[in-house]
């Protein structure tokens, strides 16, 4: 099949370089016009509320062009609404990320019955981890129009680089080992529980990377707000582990670049982290809101550094096997052609 056209909608996307909006959705529109993919856009640049209406216009125009193949929406029901009734024979892809398949339908009857509307006028369903799977398969979701394709990491970039190099690049101490947390500042990201660990620990510290209120905090705590994704390689690299200790996740793209940066990551056992994070192996893993598991936790890396090594070692294996950006991307294509193929027969 020769080169197809994809419409690709989506209500989180980045306005420049910089911007962390969205930042691995505009990866994949890369990868796919590097392979000779024509990617028609409508997407939303802005967090700002504001910003829907002209969306939902572009993702009309869109819909309604006649030039796309196939389409693609990315979060679930924002960017799928306008497609989902417009569509006509063209084939729809809706992609789940996370919350949007494990919090939003379960807050109301209306958001559940959203969801299954949109489950129903899909030709094919893309969760990011086969829990998200699980529970899509719960609204509608039929197991075999249902693929699991994590957004994956680019294991050529994300690279193990010299930790002391990055800590005197960032002014950071040599001589301490540094948990690093990189997400949103808020309760469901676990902040809470995690400052309550720093005050404990005052021998460690704590990186916390990611825009949002900053909390009162001991002194063994560094807030640097949020920090453009072309940096977040560096301040992964120059920390010793990652922690992420939130209640809901799908599967966050930071276990799998800080695993790919052979920096384990300590993790809450919820959504597919559990699908990257192997425990005692690229990680640990310990449940929700549990402030004695993080305590273990951070105890454990701060005194078998040798073991966290080989944990960065073999995580770092697995996402080059399995995880590596470009052989889903591969994957993905061979999914919309198929897709094209059959809704031409």
Not at 115 to 129: C, L
Request: with cysteine; aromatic share 8%; proline share 6%.
């Amino acid at each position: 099949m020769e080169e197809y056209t994809l419409g690709l909608f989506a209500n989180m996307y980045p306005a420049d370089e910089k911007s962390s909006f969205g930042n691995f959705i505009k990866r994949d529109v890369d990868s796919l016009e590097k392979r000779g993919v024509i990617v028609n856009k409508a997407v939303k640049t802005s967090k700002l509320i504001s910003a829907y209406p002209k969306f939902f216009m572009d993702s009309f125009k869109l819909t309604r062009s006649g030039e796309c193949d196939i389409f693609q929406a990315e979060y679930i029901p924002h960017s799928s609404f306008v497609p989902a009734l417009f569509k006509g024979d063209t084939p729809l892809v809706i992609k789940f990320l996370g919350d949007d398949g494990r919090l939003y339908p379960y807050k109301n009857k209306i958001n559940q019955k959203i969801i299954e509307s949109m489950i129903k006028r899909a030709d094919h369903v893309i969760a990011v981890s086969e829990e998200l799977k699980s529970n899509l398969i719960k609204f509608g979701a039929i197991p075999e129009n249902t693929s699991v394709f994590a957004t994956g990491v680019d294991t050529n970039v994300f690279i193990n680089l010299d930790k002391n190099e990055c800590r005197l690049k960032l002014n950071l101490p040599l001589d301490k080992v540094i948990f690093i947390f990189i997400g949103r500042l808020c309760e469901q990201k676990g902040i809470n529980e995690l400052i309550d660990t720093a005050k404990q620990r005052p021998n460690m510290l704590f990186i916390f990377c990611g825009p949002g209120i900053v909390p009162p905090h001991p002194e063994n705590c560094i807030f640097t707000g949020e920090i453009p994704h072309l940096k977040v390689h560096e301040w992964l690299c120059a920390s010793d582990c990652l922690i992420l200790p939130s209640y809901s996740e799908g599967l966050p793209n930071v276990l799998m670049e800080s695993l790919s940066s052979e920096r384990p990551a300590i993790t809450t056992d919820v959504g597919g982290c559990r699908e990257v994070v192997e425990d005692y192996k690229s990680g640990l893993l310990i449940p929700p809101k549990d402030i004695s598991a993080l305590l273990t936790s951070v105890d454990w890396i701060y005194e078998n550094q040798s073991d966290m090594k080989k944990m960065g070692i073999y995580g770092r294996e697995v996402m080059v096997k399995k995880y590596e950006h470009e052989i889903i991307i591969d994957q993905i294509m061979e999914l919309h052609k198929k897709l094209i193929e059959n809704s031409r027969q």
